[in-house]
């Protein structure tokens, strides 16, 4: 691509260093789309309110998937639904990251056996990073889920990233 | 679009078609909204459901009674309790089976609780919807209350599967009526303090009174019930005009809509009755609390539920409107077919009637004030 | 304040052709009418001011399963012939009474009439009856498909014999 | 004139009220749970993960039917006579190799439906909710104590105590003093 190209495809301290803050600041501020699904929306509704105030760790509501890093797929996805979610995680400018919260997400939940119209887990259409089970999880384990995002993220590497 | 004729006496605008939603932070889940307008003012608005269809009544089919209430839970998780509620009552019916005295009233605190839990997060995020944060930070803090109630009782937040036919999964722990009565003493300045907040305020009435008026008739006809229906003028609660359980035995109030700043079934109308309603809630409560007796909360759970062939519907007051489960046996172990009667489903449907000749803005504060829940408009 | 039998006697009067009769369900009892009635039985219902029918609670459509079953190779299996049936629940708020309505149509022929001008709130009710179960509603002002995606062929899913496709716009459906 | 200066007074002096009650609030103590350094105490009945504890577990199976999701799945061995499984806290006497109970938490709904049919209340909810994982794999559990290689000698074992059943009804004389007993089930 240009001069630069090869010099930076080995880590070395310049690199390590830009990317440790990097992450830093990707981590510490990840902006998520307001984007509520089913009952885990709710559960994700009691985590940004006042008892558990998801600002603390720099996530904020956003109302445009275009000024976000982070969506948290809250609830049952449905076929309906799967390929306006899928059209969502497209608008989302790299790199971007998705919670996968609650069972009917994961895997389709209480509704895989019977459910004609659900989505068997949202990893159909987009990558999930984390996975975080309850039905709904509590506002605590959304928030744990949510730091092992943040781990995720801290170990990643400029050069060797793969995209999310 | 529609194509018209330009004359000097008809001259319009070209109609544009609006989308809102699915992914829409006002529109309360995942409801989309195609929005006819002729310049600003909305000529049709078409709700377009079925987002989260997940498959309620295909998975009734397949599951024995007992199994159907965690699901049951899932259709309206923000009252839970309550769904739960009206599917035991329909069962127990068609069993012709009664509950304990204890568990009627356990139930019917649970039942309070909850429909003060909903309210909390409908006038919340209504206020969120106008453009007010404050309220919504504080209506949680309090629901957040309840919800440490319902889990020291049943161990869920949120989807309970508490309330079974014939009775309750566990009794009420030994805390829990101090707990609850300190939670209404906490909770009724709250309301107060709601009210100064966001019902009073100029800028909050400007926005909602005189907008998305609903007359009594066309509610009717609709269908429309609950707060939406009271707002409108009429006196018409399941609680005392379809009795179930035993709210016979309480003193409380049904408040009608009055117009008080602006006309009869407005959205203001409607928000505010949803604040006199938490009012007459915590006067059951109190109530409640005082009366209930000693006993036994498991020994009406059939130990198998098979009812002969025949079919009911039964239907109760949940926090949104009447809430009907309608039950055909063919006399198995599983249900023939259970069909749901949701209430935001019907009241849904009025929301072309009421966008009509309102500008844009004001779609966003007429949904908020139907207080729709997706999960059971789609089921 | 009427019950049942007192308002069948009255339709029995008026409409003797299209009645067809009373069943016991216990503990509810239907009038069964007539697919091609069903619109001026509603009309009638709603207007007189003895009965006054203003709401219409619930309407929802049955799959009886009543046919011939015939086992498929695959282990899946298909009704043949029996009936669909579409149940109205109404009370009047003014006079306190309900009634319940039942109008069954061949699962070949699934056609009934709307009540729509009767009841508005009956509108997404059909269209959710068609949707789920496939009764077809003559004079329905919009009758598509309602909680489905509007493109989907793969049958009415709350039919007992129904079977959901591999595939949906390329996403796999089964567990 | 009038309604508008009226107007401007209302809507100053409701705002002014409503920022009053923000402004007291300042001076409440906040209800905000600082999660990862603090953590509240959860009730006694609270439902989150599942756990079985094994050795109490006959392998009735009980839970698996009481399921509605289907999420939990069992199998079992007939345990050949002679073999002692040992007994359960209560007092039950096993008679099932358990060889597998697998557990797919991602597909479970936390409705504590499992938990009422258990005879030796051996499956029970815990009070961990801190389980979330980058695989789905990773979410299915398994809670059987015998290993690969247990579980496929256990099957051996009956399928050969099947056969030399088998084997003896074959037989022309039936040796009905030397019969061993059914395994009790």
Same mark, same amino acid.
């Given at each position: 691509?240009?001069?630069?190209?090869?010099?930076?495809?080995?880590?070395? $301290?310049?690199? =390590?260093?830009?990317?440790? #803050?990097?992450?830093?600041?990707?981590?510490?501020? #990840?902006?998520?789309?307001?984007?509520?699904?089913?009952?885990?929306? $709710?559960?994700?509704?009691?985590?940004?309110?006042?008892?558990?105030?998801?600002?603390?760790?720099?996530?904020?509501?956003?109302?445009?998937?275009?000024?976000?890093? #982070?969506?948290?797929?809250?609830? =049952?996805? =449905?076929?309906?639904?799967?390929?306006? $979610?899928?059209? #969502?995680?497209?608008?989302?400018?790299?790199?971007?990251?998705?919670?996968?919260?609650?069972?009917?997400?994961?895997?389709?939940?209480?509704?895989?056996?019977?459910?004609?119209?659900?989505?068997?887990?949202?990893?159909?259409?987009?990558?999930?990073?984390?996975?975080?089970?309850?039905?709904?999880?509590?506002?605590?384990?959304?928030?744990?889920?949510?730091?092992?995002?943040?781990?995720?993220?801290?170990?990643?590497?400029?050069?060797?990233?793969? =995209?999310? | 679009?529609?194509?018209?004729?330009?004359?000097?006496?008809?001259?319009?605008?070209?109609?544009?078609?609006?989308?809102?939603?699915?992914?829409?932070?006002?529109?309360?889940?995942?409801?989309?909204?195609?929005? &006819?307008?002729?310049?600003?003012?909305?000529? *049709?608005?078409?709700?377009?459901?079925?987002?989260?269809?997940? !498959?309620?009544? @295909?998975?009734? &089919?397949?599951?024995?009674?007992?199994?159907?209430?965690?699901?049951?839970?899932?259709?309206?998780?923000?009252?839970?309790?309550?769904?739960?509620?009206?599917?035991?009552?329909?069962?127990?019916?068609?069993?012709?089976?009664?509950?304990?005295?204890?568990?009627?009233?356990?139930?019917?605190?649970?039942?309070?609780?909850?429909?003060?839990?909903?309210?909390?997060?409908?006038?919340?995020?209504?206020?969120?919807?106008?453009?007010?944060?404050?309220?919504?930070?504080?209506?949680?803090?309090?629901?957040?209350?309840?919800?440490?109630?319902?889990?020291?009782?049943?161990?869920?937040?949120?989807?309970?599967?508490?309330?079974?036919?014939?009775?309750?999964?566990?009794?009420?722990?030994?805390?829990?009526?101090?707990?609850?009565?300190?939670?209404?003493?906490?909770? @009724?300045?709250?309301?107060?303090?709601?009210?100064?907040?966001?019902?009073?305020?100029?800028?909050?009435?400007?926005?909602?009174?005189?907008?998305?008026?609903?007359?009594? &008739?066309?509610?009717?006809?609709?269908?429309?019930?609950?707060?939406?229906?009271?707002?409108?003028?009429?006196?018409?609660?399941?609680?005392?005009? *379809?009795?179930?359980?035993?709210?016979?035995?309480?003193?409380?109030?049904?408040?009608?809509?009055?117009?008080?700043?602006?006309?009869?079934?407005? !959205?203001?109308?409607?928000?505010?009755?949803?604040?006199?309603?938490?009012?007459?809630?915590?006067?059951?409560?109190?109530?409640?609390?005082?009366?209930?007796?000693?006993?036994?909360?498991?020994?009406?759970?059939?130990?198998?539920? @098979?009812?002969?062939?025949?079919?009911?519907?039964?239907?109760?007051?949940?926090?949104?409107?009447?809430?009907?489960?309608?039950?055909?046996?063919?006399?198995?172990?599983?249900?023939?077919?259970?069909?749901?009667?949701?209430?935001?489903?019907?009241?849904?449907?009025?929301?072309?009637?009421?966008?009509?000749?309102?500008?844009?803005?004001?779609?966003?504060?007429?949904?908020?004030?139907?207080?729709?829940?997706?999960?059971?408009?789609?089921? | 304040?009427?019950?049942?039998?007192?308002?069948?006697?009255?339709?029995?009067?008026?409409?003797?052709?299209?009645?067809?009769?009373?069943?016991?369900?216990?503990?509810?009892?239907?009038?069964?009418?007539?697919?091609?009635?069903?619109?001026?039985?509603?009309?009638?219902?709603?207007?007189?001011?003895?009965?006054?029918?203003?709401?219409?609670?619930?309407?929802? /459509?049955?799959?009886?399963?009543?046919?011939?079953?015939?086992?498929?190779?695959? /282990?899946?299996?298909?009704?043949?012939? /029996?009936?669909?049936?579409?149940?109205?629940?109404?009370?009047?708020?003014?006079?306190?009474?309900?009634?319940?309505?039942?109008?069954?149509?061949?699962?070949?022929?699934?056609?009934?009439?709307?009540?729509?001008?009767?009841?508005?709130?009956?509108?997404?009710?059909?269209?959710?009856?068609?949707?789920?179960?496939?009764?077809?509603?003559?004079?329905?002002?919009?009758?598509?498909?309602?909680?489905?995606?509007?493109?989907?062929?793969?049958?009415?899913?709350?039919?007992?014999?129904?079977?959901?496709?591999?595939?949906?716009?390329?996403?796999?459906?089964?567990? | 004139?009038?309604?508008?200066?009226? %107007?401007?007074?209302?809507?100053?002096?409701?705002?002014?009220?409503?920022?009053?009650?923000?402004?007291?609030?300042?001076?409440?103590?906040?209800?905000?749970?600082?999660?990862?350094?603090?953590?509240?105490?959860?009730?006694?009945?609270?439902?989150?993960?599942?756990?079985?504890?094994?050795?109490?577990?006959?392998?009735?199976?009980?839970?698996?039917?009481?399921?509605?999701?289907?999420?939990?799945?069992?199998?079992?061995?007939?345990?050949?006579?002679?073999?002692?499984?040992?007994?359960?806290? %209560?007092?039950?006497?096993?008679?099932?190799?358990?060889?597998?109970?697998?557990?797919?938490?991602?597909?479970?709904?936390?409705?504590?439906?499992?938990?009422?049919?258990?005879?030796?209340?051996?499956?029970?909810?815990?009070?961990?909710?801190?389980?979330?994982?980058?695989?789905?794999?990773?979410?299915?559990?398994?809670?059987?104590?015998?290993?690969?290689?247990?579980?496929?000698?256990?099957?051996?074992?009956?399928?050969?105590?099947?056969?030399?059943?088998?084997?003896?009804?074959?037989?022309?004389?039936?040796?009905?003093?030397?019969?061993?007993?059914?395994?009790?089930?």
């Amino acid at each position: 691509m240009g001069i630069l190209d090869k010099e930076f495809s080995q880590e070395n $301290i310049v690199i =390590t260093k830009f990317e440790d #803050l990097m992450n830093w600041s990707r981590l510490s501020s #990840l902006w998520q789309v307001g984007f509520g699904l089913a009952c885990c929306a $709710i559960e994700m509704m009691a985590t940004s309110a006042s008892h558990y105030d998801f600002d603390r760790f720099g996530v904020i509501p956003r109302p445009s998937p275009r000024q976000s890093d #982070l969506i948290i797929i809250s609830g =049952t996805v =449905t076929l309906k639904m799967a390929l306006r $979610i899928k059209r #969502l995680y497209e608008q989302m400018p790299d790199p971007k990251y998705v919670i996968s919260m609650g069972s009917c997400s994961n895997c389709g939940g209480p509704y895989w056996e019977h459910g004609y119209h659900v989505l068997k887990g949202v990893d159909r259409v987009v990558p999930v990073d984390v996975y975080v089970p309850g039905c709904p999880p509590r506002p605590e384990a959304l928030l744990e889920g949510l730091l092992k995002l943040q781990e995720k993220i801290r170990n990643e590497s400029l050069v060797k990233k793969v =995209t999310a | 679009m529609i194509e018209m004729e330009t004359t000097s006496t008809n001259l319009r605008t070209q109609e544009m078609v609006l989308n809102m939603g699915p992914q829409h932070p006002s529109t309360h889940g995942v409801l989309r909204l195609e929005i &006819e307008l002729d310049g600003e003012l909305i000529v *049709d608005v078409r709700p377009h459901v079925g987002y989260l269809h997940r !498959c309620f009544e @295909k998975h009734c &089919e397949a599951m024995t009674y007992p199994q159907i209430v965690p699901y049951v839970d899932r259709m309206d998780y923000l009252a839970a309790m309550y769904s739960e509620i009206g599917y035991a009552v329909a069962v127990e019916r068609l069993l012709g089976i009664e509950v304990p005295e204890r568990v009627e009233y356990i139930r019917i605190i649970m039942g309070e609780l909850q429909r003060i839990a909903s309210h909390l997060v409908a006038v919340g995020t209504y206020g969120l919807d106008i453009g007010a944060f404050t309220p919504f930070l504080y209506c949680f803090r309090d629901r957040e209350k309840i919800l440490t109630l319902f889990e020291m009782t049943c161990g869920a937040r949120l989807l309970y599967n508490y309330i079974w036919p014939g009775g309750v999964s566990h009794d009420l722990p030994p805390d829990f009526i101090r707990m609850t009565k300190e939670f209404l003493t906490e909770f @009724k300045p709250t309301i107060v303090e709601l009210n100064n907040l966001l019902s009073y305020n100029k800028i909050f009435i400007e926005r909602t009174a005189n907008v998305g008026i609903l007359p009594l &008739e066309t509610a009717i006809n609709y269908g429309v019930t609950g707060p939406n229906l009271r707002a409108s003028g009429l006196k018409w609660d399941l609680r005392r005009d *379809d009795p179930y359980s035993i709210y016979d035995r309480f003193d409380f109030e049904i408040p009608v809509g009055k117009g008080w700043h602006g006309t009869v079934g407005d !959205c203001w109308d409607r928000y505010y009755l949803r604040m006199i309603e938490m009012e007459q809630s915590v006067r059951i409560l109190e109530q409640a609390i005082e009366q209930i007796p000693e006993g036994d909360v498991t020994s009406a759970i059939p130990k198998r539920i @098979k009812p002969v062939e025949g079919q009911i519907y039964t239907r109760v007051e949940n926090p949104r409107g009447e809430l009907g489960y309608f039950i055909v046996s063919k006399g198995g172990l599983q249900p023939h077919r259970v069909k749901v009667r949701a209430p935001s489903f019907v009241n849904l449907e009025i929301l072309g009637e009421l966008c009509k000749g309102h500008l844009v803005a004001d779609v966003v504060a007429i949904l908020g004030s139907i207080d729709i829940v997706l999960g059971e408009v789609d089921r | 304040m009427k019950t049942t039998e007192e308002i069948f006697e009255v339709l029995k009067n008026r409409y003797s052709e299209d009645i067809i009769g009373i069943t016991n369900m216990p503990p509810e009892k239907i009038i069964d009418v007539k697919p091609d009635a069903i619109f001026k039985v509603s009309a009638f219902l709603i207007n007189d001011p003895d009965l006054d029918f203003d709401n219409l609670m619930i309407l929802s /459509g049955l799959d009886d399963a009543n046919g011939t079953k015939t086992n498929q190779p695959d /282990g899946s299996f298909e009704f043949v012939g /029996g009936t669909l049936s579409v149940v109205y629940h109404i009370e009047s708020t003014k006079h306190r009474h309900k009634l319940v309505l039942r109008v069954s149509v061949p699962k070949e022929n699934p056609v009934t009439e709307s009540v729509v001008k009767v009841w508005a709130c009956a509108d997404w009710h059909e269209r959710e009856a068609y949707d789920m179960v496939g009764v077809i509603f003559n004079n329905h002002p919009n009758l598509i498909r309602i909680l489905m995606p509007y493109d989907w062929d793969a049958g009415y899913p709350l039919r007992k014999d129904y079977k959901n496709p591999e595939f949906y716009q390329g996403m796999k459906v089964p567990y | 004139m009038k309604q508008y200066i009226s %107007n401007i007074y209302s809507a100053l002096a409701t705002v002014f009220i409503g920022m009053k009650i923000t402004f007291k609030h300042l001076f409440v103590p906040a209800v905000t749970i600082q999660y990862p350094d603090v953590r509240v105490t959860l009730p006694g009945r609270v439902r989150n993960r599942l756990y079985v504890n094994m050795d109490d577990c006959i392998g009735c199976d009980q839970c698996a039917r009481a399921c509605p999701v289907d999420c939990i799945s069992i199998e079992t061995v007939k345990s050949v006579p002679g073999e002692d499984l040992g007994k359960t806290s %209560n007092g039950k006497k096993k008679a099932l190799w358990v060889t597998k109970f697998d557990i797919d938490i991602a597909k479970c709904c936390y409705c504590q439906l499992c938990v009422f049919p258990c005879p030796t209340e051996c499956i029970y909810m815990t009070d961990v909710y801190e389980f979330s994982e980058f695989e789905r794999e990773n979410l299915v559990y398994s809670y059987i104590t015998l290993t690969k290689d247990e579980v496929l000698e256990k099957k051996a074992n009956f399928e050969k105590f099947e056969a030399e059943k088998a084997a003896q009804k074959a037989a022309p004389k039936p040796p009905a003093p030397e019969k061993p007993a059914p395994p009790q089930a």
